[in-house]
C-alpha cells in the first residue's frame, strides 16, 4: 500500500505565494507520473499540473506561469510551487500518483491515477 500526504495549505492573501508538497511513502515499487488536482466546493475535481519521472510537465491554462510543479524522484515527492494567487484558486488540492506499469504518461485522466492523497485545503482572500 501507498500513502499520499499532502503539506503547506493555509490562509494566503491575492497576489500571494503558497508552496505544497506531497511525500510518497509506503510499499513504492514505482513512482511514475505525479499529478496535483483541485476541487473547489460544488465544482468538480480538476487538473492543475502534471509531472513524469523525466520532469515533462503539463499545466491547466490558469496555472500557465503562475504555477510550477518540480519532483524529487529519490523521495518520490512533488512540489507545487503558486505565485500570484487569486481567490479563484481556493481549493482543496490533491496530489495524485502512478505507481503501476506503465507509468510515464504525462496525459493520464484522473481516473488512471493509482492513489491519491486526503488533500489540503489552500484560501485565498484578504
Known amino acids: 500500500q501507498v500513502q499520499l500526504v499532502e503539506y503547506g495549505g493555509g490562509l494566503v492573501q491575492p497576489r500571494g505565494s503558497l508552496r505544497l508538497s506531497c511525500v510518497a511513502s509506503?510499499?513504492?515499487?514505482?513512482?511514475?507520473?505525479m499529478g496535483w488536482y483541485r476541487q473547489a466546493p460544488g465544482k468538480e475535481r480538476e487538473l492543475v499540473a502534471t509531472?513524469?519521472?523525466?520532469?515533462?510537465?503539463k499545466y491547466a491554462d490558469f496555472g500557465k506561469g503562475r504555477f510550477t510543479i518540480s519532483r524529487d524522484n529519490l523521495q518520490c515527492t512533488v512540489y507545487l510551487q503558486m505565485n500570484s494567487l487569486k481567490p479563484e484558486d481556493t481549493a482543496v488540492y490533491y496530489c495524485?500518483?502512478?505507481?503501476?506499469?506503465?507509468?510515464?504518461?504525462?496525459?493520464?485522466?484522473?481516473?488512471?491515477?493509482?492513489?491519491w492523497g486526503q488533500g489540503t485545503q489552500v484560501a485565498v482572500s484578504s
Open positions: 509506503g510499499n513504492i515499487l514505482n513512482c511514475g507520473t
Open positions: 495524485a500518483a502512478k505507481t503501476g506499469y506503465p507509468s510515464g504518461s504525462l496525459y493520464y485522466t484522473r481516473y488512471e491515477y493509482d492513489y
Open positions: 509531472i513524469t519521472v523525466n520532469s515533462a510537465t
